[in-house]
């Protein structure tokens, strides 16, 4: 195995860890390792130093290609139907999901450390998503005149692309589903869906309340394992690849997509910046704001803020507001109802962050909140850190914190907020928070980014395209944009 494909193993998806091991009760150190029996998939709660949950089998390489088979031999049917028909079975899919809704959310909380209230929210998010594209469907997807004559008229149709390989991470999950397989589905294509080894019983889970509607046998296929997963369904015979997790595994995938020659989307990593300018009055509904984007679902979110730039004159009173607000949300138990922050998705992760944040601090970085594990709690937890005096040589600037890090730099000029905000590979989204209507758009035009928000307008919903600039992805989800990625547009040009 040479070191590329290696590579492309360990980053298949935002949880990086292969299959990991039951914890022992007495294991202190709640190290996580490779599971020697690559059979299984061991799923643990990183709320609650690593406890087992449960277990499922890793697909085989037959189980991958009979997935990939039943897709396409279901594939003639479903694309077949009328719109209003896949409506009808995919309705029946949201109906089963809101009645389990309770079980899909306790799940995510203890599988992921996502707080169990935001779970909540991620499992109604999702099927507000998938009534919307069900709602736009037929707007989106019906022929299109393009031209008529007396004696000629030419329409476009659009028609599914096929079998689509849909690889995602842990950190959305019902969310993401939706996100990613909702238009694709309800356009015609059937699924493979991959998701992240770091939440098996989910994946099994959802396998269960797809069984249990009345969407047809081979529409929607689950597979479970790792980044050697992902790559032998990238390889098989798929019409197209849709994935959201790191960017360099977007460029593995890419790369395969290019030699097959089928399309791919992707939504990757983000360094998405937040600027402050001084007309704005610092309410307290804008200070939650600014950490709550920051800090939710522990700062685990693709397009979060991860870097706050602010004008000078308002620099300090924003460090301690922002400090001073985030120092009271209670740090826990994700299945706790009061919890806020939740803890990370692996003791991987923690490593992570803690490398970045010891980074920034050998290189003159001054930690304000944080900077450490909270004491008296077994698990992936990391104190929300606010960290100050950041230069652009630190890896807190240069890479995606993907954990509850929020590095805050000051600015003096427009000019000068708009470099720093655009100094990065990435591009997903940015915010600018002014009052200044003109100066938003004159910033917003500048700014390289797949969406850009003034105050606290959320560019985030299902008619909106999503997806990023630079190394942030290709392609576009939501409304007219995402309905045009999952299908390919034919001309049928005919006398009238």
């Not at 600027?275 to 709550?292: G, M």
Request: charged share 25%; glycine share 8%.
């Amino acid at each position: 195995m040479g070191p590329n494909r290696e590579r492309f193993i360990d980053r298949m998806s935002h949880a990086v860890v292969r299959t990991r091991r039951p914890i022992a009760q007495q294991d202190t150190d709640s190290s996580i390792s490779k599971e020697k029996d690559l059979g299984k998939l061991i799923s643990t709660n990183p709320s609650r130093n690593y406890e087992i949950i449960g277990e499922v089998p890793i697909s085989t390489e037959r189980d991958i290609r009979g997935a990939v088979e039943r897709a396409r031999e279901a594939l003639p049917n479903w694309a077949g139907m009328s719109l209003d028909e896949r409506s009808q079975r995919l309705t029946s899919f949201i109906e089963v999901s809101k009645s389990r809704a309770e079980e899909i959310a306790q799940l995510i909380a203890r599988e992921t450390g996502r707080p169990i209230r935001s779970s909540r929210h991620n499992v109604q998010r999702g099927n507000d998503y998938l009534e919307a594209y069900l709602e736009m469907a037929g707007k989106y997807l019906a022929p299109q005149v393009t031209r008529e004559t007396a004696t000629e008229i030419h329409q476009v149709f659009r028609e599914p692309r096929g079998v689509v390989a849909a690889i995602l991470p842990w950190n959305y999950p019902f969310m993401n589903v939706a996100w990613q397989c909702g238009q694709a589905l309800i356009a015609g294509n059937t699924i493979v869906y991959k998701n992240s080894e770091e939440n098996p019983m989910f994946t099994e889970l959802l396998a269960e309340l797809i069984d249990s509607s009345d969407v047809p046998r081979g529409v929607f296929n689950v597979l479970y394992g790792d980044g050697r997963t992902g790559e032998s369904l990238a390889n098989q015979d798929i019409d197209m690849i849709t994935f959201t997790g790191s960017t360099r595994t977007g460029h593995a995938l890419a790369r395969i997509a290019a030699e097959r020659f089928v399309p791919i989307v992707t939504e990757l990593g983000g360094s998405s910046p937040l600027v402050l300018f001084d007309d704005v009055e610092l309410t307290d509904d804008i200070i939650a704001y600014i950490a709550n984007s920051r800090f939710a679902n522990s700062g685990q979110t693709c397009d979060s803020v991860k870097r706050l730039i602010v004008q000078n004159n308002r620099f300090g009173e924003v460090v301690n507001r922002v400090c001073h607000y985030i120092s009271g949300q209670k740090i826990g138990d994700a299945s706790d109802e009061d919890t806020e922050i939740g803890p990370l998705i692996a003791k991987r992760q923690v490593d992570l962050i803690e490398a970045q944040v010891q980074d920034a601090i050998n290189r003159g970085a001054k930690v304000e909140l944080g900077g450490a594990k909270p004491e008296g709690l077994l698990g992936a937890y990391y104190l929300p850190t606010v960290l100050t005096d950041v230069k652009p040589d630190m890896r807190v600037w240069q890479e995606e914190t993907f954990g509850p890090i929020l590095p805050i730099v000051a600015f003096e000029t427009e000019e000068e907020a708009i470099r720093m905000a655009n100094d990065t590979i990435y591009g997903l989204t940015a915010q600018v928070i002014t009052n200044d209507n003109s100066r938003f758009q004159r910033v917003a035009s500048q700014l390289k980014a797949g969406s850009v928000g003034q105050n606290r307008v959320n560019t985030r919903n299902p008619i909106n395209p999503f997806g990023g600039y630079k190394e942030s992805g290709m392609g576009r989800l939501h409304g007219e944009f995402g309905f045009n990625e999952v299908t390919q547009a034919k001309v049928v040009s005919a006398e009238k």
